[in-house]
């Protein structure tokens, strides 16, 4: 019999949950059925490449009424009874996949970086441990389906199939008032995304310091700036632009890290980036061996002559 | 008003050493402090009772006996009661039985609201509020860069959330779950120079699970779905690599690498 997987379907991240599907085929490998579940969809006929969608059509039900939306979810499960349930680590994935855990009473593997099926069925979900220096394969143990978030970008949907999925009719039974509401919703000035840059400037507590300046190279190689998990705690940079575990997954086709030390938390960011150059004082840092050129020395000082250099260039031509 | 604000220690990662000669993470006398995120809802909740005395706190964590100090550390800041749910069997609970543990203490404690911080620094995994939301059937929220005092004494919290693309505000009746970002700005206050050596003693909690009787099935490393099987090194991929110096040259060949892969 095939296996069943529920993904959650957000429609502003879409590509980034059809990219869920390989999680599914890394388990299962074709021996699946895929499920998406979205609510009050602005347009079904975009989403692709399920076997079925669950259209929720409620106005009652609100996208941030997590109470309610695990109330549907968990009544899907009652009817379908899913093998895995895949959700993806968007904020909302995030706040979601804890509460489902709990009323299905499952455990949850957070932010899985890769997942291996064992020949007698086990799933075992890969994740960092231990402060980030070590990666723990986890299983879930107990009845109930296997359940997982995944940060956006971790992995890539390799198929990419246009299948139109068979809508199925789905309705919340009850629906609880929760008295919570939204009063309003302003849309951030600046809003592009550090993943569709082809090249990134990413500084770490190197350039604690220096951070403003990697800007101008970031502009001069036409690219945009990124930053550890140590410029973001320090307030130097907005969350938005962290790479890592804890921030974005990214994969430009060039990554410049400046001052970045490595630690599998910042490489778990990381994902298929074509050419890395790294600028430490430290040549033993782990983020110095997956680079195709390691420079040594201040990286302050590297980000000052390199766009000089480039500034200089572009005059002479 | 009370107040319980929940709190997590974790060690604090920036202070890690590596041993290249060993390669090993030394991590001995690596302190422990409060999570950042954690320390900011405390933060606020300091800054509510500041101005409305009234306001009561208490500071519930679980984990070890060697958290005592850091407990005490925060009742020395103004907060009124410190409870720490500390128990041999508890060692091992994933993030669902630490929930349950949790949950069944504030089942019967009182509380008005419930802050948390959003995230935790050596996880990451951001579960205990949403699962703890889950158990006690209570409104969750995370991200929250600000809450509005007088709307919390109200018992109707507007609190503004940061998320991706949106800066969006919440109207949440109480009680709640509230989880306070690191974006907040929120700050623990200092403890001022008379009571650094203030006895809280009579002020501070251990309660154990003879008293908290959450079923021992349900806890610890047995009484956790998720287990870790195994764990792997980093793998990480070596490449064939050019060192260079900051130098002239070194810029010369970076230029070059640029000019050559199409960058410039």
Do not use: W
Request: with cysteine; glycine share 6%; net charge negative.
């Amino acid at each position: 019999m095939k296996k069943k997987c529920l993904f959650f379907y957000e429609e502003d991240q879409g590509n980034y949950v059809k990219d869920l599907l390989e999680v599914a085929r890394q388990m299962y490998g074709e021996n699946f059925e895929s499920y998406a579940l979205v609510i009050n969809p602005l347009d079904v006929n975009v989403i692709s490449g399920f076997d079925y969608l669950l259209a929720v059509k409620d106005q009652r039900l609100k996208d941030y009424d997590l109470i309610n939306i695990t109330s549907l979810m968990a009544e899907c499960q009652q009817v379908y009874q899913f093998d895995a349930v895949i959700v993806l680590a968007t904020q909302l994935g995030r706040m979601l996949s804890p509460r489902l855990a709990m009323r299905l009473h499952v455990g949850l593997v957070a932010d899985i970086t890769a997942i291996k099926s064992h020949p007698d069925g086990t799933i075992e979900m890969i994740r960092p441990a231990f402060e980030g220096k070590l990666l723990a394969g986890i299983i879930n143990d107990g009845d109930g389906p296997t359940m997982m978030s995944v940060r956006p970008g971790v992995f890539l949907d390799q198929q990419s199939t246009a299948k139109i999925p068979e809508v199925l009719a789905c309705q919340l039974q009850t629906i609880e008032d929760t008295g919570m509401r939204r009063i309003s919703q302003i849309r951030k000035p600046d809003s592009r995304d550090i993943r569709e840059s082809r090249v990134l400037v990413a500084g770490g507590g190197g350039v604690l310091k220096d951070f403003d300046q990697l800007d101008q190279l970031a502009q001069a190689l036409g690219g945009m700036t990124a930053a550890s998990r140590r410029i973001v705690d320090s307030n130097k940079a907005d969350r938005t632009i962290q790479v890592g575990q804890s921030g974005k997954t990214v994969h430009p086709e060039l990554y410049i890290a400046l001052g970045i030390y490595g630690a599998l938390q910042h490489v778990a960011g990381l994902n298929k980036v074509k050419h890395l150059i790294a600028v430490n004082t430290n040549i033993k840092a782990p983020i110095c061996s997956l680079a195709d050129i390691v420079v040594e020395g201040d990286a302050a000082e590297f980000v000052r002559k390199l766009t000089t250099r480039i500034n200089e260039n572009k005059q002479a031509e | 008003m009370k107040i319980i604000c929940l709190v997590k220690f974790t060690p604090d990662v920036d202070q890690f050493q590596y041993d290249y000669e060993k390669n090993i993470l030394i991590r001995e006398n690596v302190k422990l402090v409060i999570n950042p995120d954690d320390a900011c809802a405390l933060g606020f909740a300091l800054g509510l009772k500041k101005k409305t005395p009234e306001v009561v706190i208490e500071a519930v964590t679980m984990g070890p006996l060697n958290v005592t100090a850091m407990m005490a550390d925060i009742l020395r800041r103004k907060v009124d009661l410190a409870t720490i749910l500390s128990d041999r069997q508890y060692v091992g609970s994933d993030t669902y039985a630490t929930s349950r543990i949790i949950g069944k203490y504030l089942e019967t404690a009182d509380y008005d609201v419930i802050l948390t911080g959003s995230h935790s620094r050596d996880g990451d995994t951001a579960q205990i509020p949403g699962q703890l939301a889950e158990y006690l059937k209570l409104n969750q929220i995370s991200q929250i860069r600000k809450i509005d005092q007088p709307s919390m004494l109200n018992k109707r919290a507007l609190v503004e959330v940061d998320s991706e693309k949106y800066l969006e505000t919440y109207e949440i009746p109480l009680p709640a779950i509230l989880s306070v970002g690191r974006e907040s700005n929120y700050r623990l206050p200092f403890v001022r120079y008379d009571d650094l050596d203030l006895d809280v003693s009579d002020r501070l909690r251990i309660i154990d699970n003879d008293s908290l009787a959450v079923d021992s099935k349900k806890i610890g490393l047995k009484g956790s779905p998720t287990k870790v099987i195994k764990s792997y090194p980093i793998d990480y991929q070596k490449k064939e690599q050019v060192i260079v110096k900051n130098d002239d040259q070194g810029i010369d060949m970076v230029m070059a690498f640029l000019e050559k892969e199409g960058y410039l």
